[in-house]
Each structure stands twice: as structure tokens, then as C-alpha cells.
């Protein structure tokens, strides 16, 4: 009789056990997905930039014909250890940005691209950063 008690309960045990790691590898699979592949693909670095007038309007047509406007950039931009990238965008807004703006700029250095752009302001620069932006500009 103890025997089969032994027996019984080892059988369970050996359920919770791998009831247990069923749940924890079911746990961890949206996990590894999301740091080997959402986060290459679709996280970015921070770089910030200034943006004056410099920029390069290109008439592109679309399939019914009507023209669009897209205005490129191409800028010297600093992450917040001060290290520059020359980086190429877009205003993916129908017209230019607006002159004499700082830029932050989210990079997606697996992909080589810019993943969006957003207007800040000159405090919410970092000092490094900000240093580096005027040194670039007087050069």
C-alpha cells in the first residue's frame, strides 16, 4: 500500500513539474519575441539635432497623378554621448519643418533608418548633446 502511495505521488509531483514549466516557457516565449524581434526592428536610439533651412524639396507623383511634395533632410545629428551620425529623413508631414527647431530623432541602427522625429525643446536637449549641436553649427 505505501508503495502505491509512493507511486501516486510521484506521478503528481511529476504533473506540477511539468504543469509548472508548461506555464513558464508559455510565459517566456512573448518575451523572447519581443527582444528578438520587436526590439531590433522596431526600437531606436536618440538623436537630436537642429534644424535650419537646409533641406531638399522633391515633387513625387502619386498613382492618380496629383503631386506631392516631400522635403528631405540631411543632418549631423548627436546622440546623448555626443557621438554624431549623419542621419536622412523625411518631414512626412506635407510640408517643411518649421526652421530654427530642435530635433529628436529615434534611430533604428539595425534597420538604418530613421523610425520618426519630434520637435523639442532646447532644455529638454542633453547638455552634451546641445554642446556638440552648437559646436557643429559654428563649424
Given at each position: 500500500?505505501?508503495?502505491?502511495?509512493?507511486?501516486?505521488?510521484?506521478?503528481?509531483?511529476s504533473k506540477k513539474l511539468l504543469s509548472g514549466l508548461s506555464i513558464i516557457i508559455v510565459l517566456l516565449i512573448p518575451i523572447l519575441i519581443?527582444?528578438?524581434?520587436?526590439?531590433p526592428n522596431y526600437t531606436?536610439?536618440?538623436?537630436?539635432?537642429?534644424?535650419?533651412k537646409s533641406y531638399k524639396e522633391v515633387i513625387e507623383?502619386?498613382?492618380?497623378?496629383?503631386?506631392?511634395?516631400?522635403?528631405?533632410?540631411?543632418?549631423?545629428?548627436?546622440?546623448?554621448?555626443?557621438?554624431k551620425k549623419l542621419?536622412?529623413?523625411?518631414?512626412?508631414?506635407?510640408?517643411?519643418?518649421k526652421p530654427n527647431n530642435y530635433i529628436k530623432i529615434s534611430y533604428n541602427d539595425h534597420r538604418k533608418r530613421v523610425l520618426s522625429w519630434e520637435k523639442v525643446k532646447k532644455n529638454?536637449?542633453?547638455?552634451?548633446?546641445l554642446d556638440r549641436l552648437i559646436n557643429n553649427a559654428t563649424n
Open positions: 500500500m505505501i508503495s502505491f502511495l509512493r507511486i501516486m505521488e510521484d506521478y503528481f509531483m519581443y527582444q528578438l524581434w520587436y526590439v531606436g536610439d536618440d538623436y537630436y539635432t537642429y534644424i535650419g507623383k502619386d498613382d492618380s497623378g496629383n503631386e506631392l511634395p516631400t522635403y528631405y533632410y540631411n543632418q549631423d545629428s548627436f546622440n546623448r554621448n555626443g557621438t542621419l536622412k529623413f523625411d518631414s512626412a508631414i506635407g510640408r517643411p519643418i529638454q536637449v542633453p547638455r552634451k548633446t
